[in-house]
């Protein structure tokens, strides 16, 4: 049973910074490409940044240079850095896993809860 446990939200000042984590379970973490994804709200769902099984990064032009995404394979564990938080950062983040290259599309598994990133003064 594929377990994703999104965890390291909360509520920060703009320009501040949050380190999400995401523990995998289920499948073999270590073969597959993770996305990491976030849902404002009254807004869809949207892919933000996403690391191949090599270690290859992509970001959403929006994150790029603020935010970071890295993998560590003997934790089964997603992270993603994040640096320099605006308020239209507000969402609830979600990581799944994905094929690449289409590291945008259809997430292989289902969602996990999420975790709350609130960015307020």
């Known amino acids: 049973q594929v377990q994703l446990v999104e965890s390291g939200g909360g509520l920060v000042q703009p320009g501040g910074s949050l380190r999400l984590s995401c523990a995998a379970s289920?499948?073999?973490?270590?073969?597959?490409?993770m996305s990491w994804y976030r849902q404002a709200p009254g807004k869809e769902r949207e892919w933000i940044a996403a690391?191949?099984?090599?270690?290859?990064?992509r970001y959403k032009d929006s994150v790029k240079g603020r935010f970071t995404i890295s993998r560590d394979n003997a934790k089964n564990t997603v992270f993603l850095q994040m640096n320099s938080l605006k308020p239209e950062d507000t969402a609830v983040y979600y990581c799944?896993?994905?094929?690449?290259?289409?590291?945008?599309?259809?997430?292989?598994?289902?969602w996990g809860q999420g975790t709350q990133v609130t960015v307020s003064s």
């Open positions: 799944n896993a994905v094929q690449w290259p289409y590291y945008t599309g259809t997430p292989l598994y289902s």
């Open positions: 289920g499948f073999t973490f270590s073969s597959y490409a």
């Open positions: 690391i191949s099984s090599g270690a290859s990064t």
